[in-house]
């Protein structure tokens, strides 16, 4: 850490960008890695809630990509987020961005070790760009209502990452609530902005209230903002582990075009942390070097962690129902109602209830017990049922399956694949499988075999043989997938080639 970096953390935070003649751009920083258990049965491990369209007609991720569309200000705005998302969400997550035309640069976590190590990949990643850049760093599935209102803060806590402190977006609470990290307030600096005393875990009901009351916490956002060197800085002199895997496994990293891959046993070696532990709880401590401070955003943010927050964020109805699908409420008053799976779901009498129906799971909660589906999420882990990790439609590279029945020893999948899209070349030591097309055209790799099957037509793959399935067509490839065999598990896949690097 270079002694400069010491004396800009150390600046006048009262006099931010007085005599400051540099504009540095600002890069937007997406976090993509959380599960989202609170949100379940819609969020899964596998695809979290991140990917879903929880609120509108976009997905959480692809409204956050295009939260700094229309900034305004004197700070030039990098056109390409970064995203740091774990290597099982690489694909929707690239999908998604291209969806709405955005070009990502997406740095996959090898495995998931919290905020401060993913943020400092993010920041190494625009160092190696040539440029000290401010770092807008934004959670991946929150919901900002007032983006002008969300432009303003993020331009006043700019100008203090330029001076060299990092400054954090706090929300002043309007109601009491134990979903949220506090942030206790210092004294002010100038314009509503405060320096940080302390941050808060998510504290117990009887203490959030007391927080609200007193008027000196501010709900915790997660959005940071800081300069990439001087983020580095703090988290080489606080969390000098993180710093030195991050360091060495960006150093390792894989790159292409589409994403950048940190060498997995460096990444390995740092301990797991987030941004408040590693360093935002340590602002403000004689021995730190370095300044903080808390700028107010009032932009009708939430941070979506519960159903209970999804219910207050949507538009409702007379009766204070809100509803996504297909969805009837008869008699009912502040109901939340979610039809995942396509099939009526019908609230008759209901009263502050959450509801939510997916292809294979059914949640009922009262609403002022939504916090305590992380523990039944934990409890469906513990007894290895498939309904914590996946849905039964599973997406993948090449398009999706969907699991529509299974007994002992067999199992049933739509399969679709993509125009121009292929299954890697595998084997598999404990299934069979057969194959019927349904619609499309299936090129089908079979040992030293390879042939066509149009619709109707079929084929059989022996267990231990390699097979690949393609789409050479231009509409979408449907089969119907029988296995059968002594274990059908996914892992059960030897893969000797695939395009999209999951060899290994």
Known sequence: ????????????????????????PLVQVILAGGSGTRLWPVSREQFPKQLIDVIGNQTL???????????NSTWDVAADPVVVCGAEHYFATYEQAREIGVNARIVVEPARRDTAPALTLAALATCADGQDAIL????????IADLNALHHAIDIAARYAQSGSIAT????PDHVDTGFGYIRLGSEVQGGVRRIERFVEKPATELAAQYVESGQYWWNSGMFVVRSSVWLAMIERLAPQIHAACVQAYGGA???????????????RSPSDSIDYAVMEQIGKPDVPFAGVVVPLVAGWSDLG???????????DECGNASNGRVLFEGATATYARSQGGRLLACVGTSNLIVIETDDAVLVADRSHVQDIKGLVSRIKREKSPEADAHRKVRRPWGFYDSIDHGDRFQVKRIVVMPGARLSLQMHHHRAEHWVVVSGTALVTRGEDQFLL???ESTYIPLGIRHRLENPGRVPLQIIEVQSGTYLGEDDIVRFDDKYGRCG
């Not at 850490?1 to 540095?24: F, H, N, R």
């Not at 991720?61 to 900034?71: I, S």
Request: proline share 7%; aromatic share 8%; glycine share 8%.
């Open 169 to 172: 977006l706090g929300v002043p």
């Open 454 to 456: 149009g619709e109707n």
């Open 61 to 71: 991720l692809q409204a956050t990509m295009g939260r700094m569309a229309g900034f």
């Open 1 to 24: 850490m270079s002694k400069a970096t010491l004396v800009a953390g150390e600046a006048d935070i009262s006099s931010y960008g007085s005599a400051q003649v540099d504009y540095p």
């Open 306 to 316: 519960s159903w209970d927050a999804v219910w207050q964020a949507m538009e409702k």
């Open 136 to 143: 807008v760093v934004m959670p991946a599935d929150h919901v």
């Open 254 to 268: 894989r790159k292409t075009d589409e994403c950048v891959v940190p060498d997995a046993p460096e990444f390995l």
